[in-house]
Every structure is written in C-alpha cells, then in structure tokens.
C-alpha cells in the first residue's frame, strides 16, 4: 500500500510561485498524478507523470505554468507551480495509480488507487 504525503502549501500572492512535494514509499512503482479540489467543486485532474517519466501530460488550466516531475530513486514527486492565479486556489491532493502494460499515463481520478490527504493552495489576488 502507498501513502502518499503532500507539503509545500501555503498562502501566496497572485503571480507567484510554489513548488508541492509528495512522498511515498514504493512510489516509484506507481503513476503519479496531482489534483487538486475548490470548494464547491468536484475534484479536478492537474498533471500526472508515468512510472518512467516518459509520458506527461497537464489539464489545459495548467499547461505552460505547472510543471510535474518525480525521483524515483527518492521515491518522490513534485509540482512546480508558476505564475499562480486565484483561480489555482485548491487543496492539492497526490495520487498514485498502479501501473499497466503500456506505461502510459493516467488522467481520471477513477484511475489512481492511493491518494494523500492533501495541502492548501490559496492564491491572494
């Protein structure tokens, strides 16, 4: 079983950046993926990274400013967020996903199997 652990949250200004960290072990076995969820909302695909960093993919919302990597060796991801707005306003969760035969990426929340509890993001405008 995987227990992913996010930090890095926090309260920040428009225009600003942060980085989010998730840790797990066995991590490295996984697809991870970060969502994130505002109040009122149903639970949103952000970015996820396949087990050999070799596919990515990023919601439309996020592309160009959120950048998602992992160390496997660290059993570790992360989530670059750049040029933050108040719309990112959220509590990011990290999820791992078990892998399949293709390696590919997951998008859907039905698709990833551990979720973290997750961090708050709240951008000040």
């Known amino acids: 079983q995987v227990l992913p652990l996010e930090s890095g949250g926090g309260l920040v200004q428009s225009g600003a950046s942060l980085r989010l960290s998730c840790a797990a072990s066995g991590l490295s076995d996984y697809v991870v993926g970060w969502f994130r969820q505002a109040p009122g909302k149903e639970r949103e695909f952000v970015a996820a990274?396949?087990?050999?960093?070799?596919?990515?993919f990023y919601a439309d919302s996020v592309r160009g400013r959120f950048t998602i990597s992992r160390d496997r060796a660290r059993n570790t991801a992360a989530l670059q967020m750049d040029s933050l707005k108040p719309e990112d306003t959220a509590v990011y969760f990290c999820a791992a996903a078990r892998i399949d035969s293709y390696g590919s990426v997951k998008i859907g929340v039905d698709e990833f199997d551990y979720w973290g509890l997750g961090t708050q993001v709240t951008v000040s405008s």
């Open positions: 990274i396949s087990r050999a960093a070799t596919g990515i």
